[in-house]
């Protein structure tokens, strides 16, 4: 599997190098050259661990097999409690799928505790032995679960922007005393996508990059932006949601989540692609109607209790990117307009 930017279709990757960079060097977004089909049923007869590595194979392709098992075994075991992608019954036919069993409670510890498994390995398998210096910018989860998952590892160092005021007291206190010997974390004045688009800013700036590649330091990212966040997530709305369909019970997918925020609609897109026959989460004219509204309107949104759903940016170009051969507008255009 190949990965190729947003920005540059020419330029392509493998999954180590998108994982390893992040970002491509004219600051477009790694995404899949294509999707690869899954067989649903297959999945569902799978543990949550297995089923991870089943499908994350699919887009990591320069790993080995045995990597991936290990190291979905080991992420989403013993720290999960065994309730990883746990469906708790609510009443009847009703059911809630329960993200909050990682060991910070946020649903990102799916994607930030297996993240820099792969990050290590990516570099294992590029035969790369600079530091690597992450940097992240958070609504406040994603801060602490990245801390979290990559705190104390070896040849990493990372820093966490977030805004201030635009987290909760609870998120902050949990990232301003994270443990480790390499994590740093700063309040942005501004929102949350000021702190992302100062951490683009670096990502770009070909004078830092050679300052750092003085000292053998690189740059990633443990944010939206890099595919390796991505590819965890997929797993959870897929499987679980089948596991209901295919074992008898009815679980219906509220749609209006797929509408209203941007990475489940993301996710959404996947899962149709992935899965056409199973997956009728969106039709081709929501996703018409949702990529002409919400990029503008993530922009004009305020900071509110639940500023995770004003997230856009890491989204928005890779949805757009994937509807492009099914909508009129390119997302170039369409970001321009709207000022992302």
């Given at each position: 599997?190949?990965?190729?930017?947003?920005?540059?279709?020419?330029?392509?990757?493998?999954?180590?190098?998108?994982?390893?960079?992040?970002?491509?060097?004219?600051?477009?977004?790694?995404?899949?050259?294509?999707?690869?089909?899954?067989?649903?049923?297959?999945?569902?007869?799978?543990?949550?661990?297995?089923?991870?590595?089943?499908?994350?194979?699919?887009?990591?392709?320069?790993?080995?097999?045995?990597?991936?098992?290990?190291?979905?075994?080991?992420?989403?075991?013993?720290?999960?409690?065994?309730?990883?992608?746990?469906?708790?019954?609510?009443?009847?036919?009703?059911?809630?799928?329960?993200?909050?069993?990682?060991?910070?409670?946020?649903?990102?510890?799916?994607?930030?505790?297996?993240?820099?498994?792969?990050?290590?390995?990516?570099?294992?398998?590029?035969?790369?032995?600079?530091?690597?210096?992450?940097?992240?910018?958070?609504?406040?989860?994603?801060?602490?679960?990245?801390?979290?998952?990559?705190?104390?590892?070896?040849?990493?160092?990372?820093?966490?922007?977030?805004?201030?005021?635009?987290?909760?007291?609870?998120?902050?206190?949990?990232?301003?005393?994270?443990?480790?010997?390499?994590?740093?974390?700063?309040?942005?004045?501004?929102?949350?996508?000021?702190?992302?688009?100062?951490?683009?800013?670096?990502?770009?700036?070909?004078?830092?990059?050679?300052?750092?590649?003085?000292?053998?330091?690189?740059?990633?990212?443990?944010?939206?932006?890099?595919?390796?966040?991505?590819?965890?997530?997929?797993?959870?709305p897929d499987g679980r949601i089948d596991q209901k369909r295919y074992y008898g019970d009815t679980l219906r997918t509220d749609a209006e989540l797929?509408?209203?925020?941007?990475?489940?609609?993301?996710?959404?897109?996947?899962?149709?692609?992935?899965?056409?026959?199973?997956?009728?989460?969106?039709?081709?004219?929501?996703?018409?109607?949702?990529?002409?509204?919400?990029?503008?309107?993530?922009?004009?949104?305020?900071?509110?209790?639940?500023?995770?759903?004003?997230?856009?940016?890491?989204?928005?170009?890779?949805?757009?990117?994937?509807?492009?051969?099914?909508?009129?507008?390119?997302?170039?255009?369409?970001?321009?307009?709207?000022?992302?």
């Amino acid at each position: 599997m190949q990965f190729f930017s947003t920005r540059d279709q020419n330029r392509k990757v493998t999954s180590s190098e998108a994982i390893a960079q992040g970002l491509s060097n004219e600051g477009g977004l790694f995404v899949p050259e294509s999707f690869p089909q899954v067989d649903v049923k297959a999945l569902c007869e799978l543990d949550y661990p297995a089923m991870a590595a089943a499908v994350i194979k699919e887009y990591l392709t320069d790993y080995s097999q045995d990597f991936l098992t290990e190291a979905a075994h080991k992420t989403y075991g013993e720290a999960f409690g065994g309730k990883a992608g746990y469906l708790a019954p609510v009443e009847g036919d009703t059911y809630a799928l329960e993200l909050w069993h990682g060991p910070t409670c946020a649903f990102k510890d799916y994607a930030l505790q297996l993240m820099p498994k792969l990050l290590v390995e990516a570099k294992k398998n590029l035969g790369r032995t600079e530091k690597t210096l992450i940097l992240v910018a958070t609504s406040g989860d994603t801060g602490k679960a990245a801390l979290d998952g990559y705190h104390d590892i070896p040849g990493v160092e990372i820093a966490v922007f977030y805004p201030t005021g635009g987290t909760s007291e609870i998120q902050r206190l949990q990232m301003a005393t994270q443990e480790g010997a390499n994590v740093a974390v700063y309040a942005v004045r501004g929102n949350f996508d000021d702190a992302q688009t100062g951490v683009k800013k670096v990502f770009g700036d070909t004078a830092i990059a050679a300052e750092l590649a003085k000292r053998n330091i690189r740059l990633s990212s443990a944010n939206s932006i890099n595919w390796g966040r991505l590819v965890p997530q997929i797993v959870y709305p897929d499987g679980r949601i089948d596991q209901k369909r295919y074992y008898g019970d009815t679980l219906r997918t509220d749609a209006e989540l797929y509408r209203d925020c941007g990475g489940e609609a993301l996710f959404g897109m996947i899962l149709r692609a992935q899965a056409p026959e199973d997956h009728p989460l969106l039709t081709f004219d929501e996703l018409d109607q949702w990529r002409k509204g919400k990029a503008a309107e993530y922009r004009a949104m305020r900071p509110d209790g639940e500023p995770a759903v004003y997230i856009g940016r890491g989204y928005v170009e890779r949805f757009l990117e994937d509807c492009q051969a099914l909508l009129e507008q390119t997302y170039q255009d369409h970001l321009k307009e709207v000022g992302i």
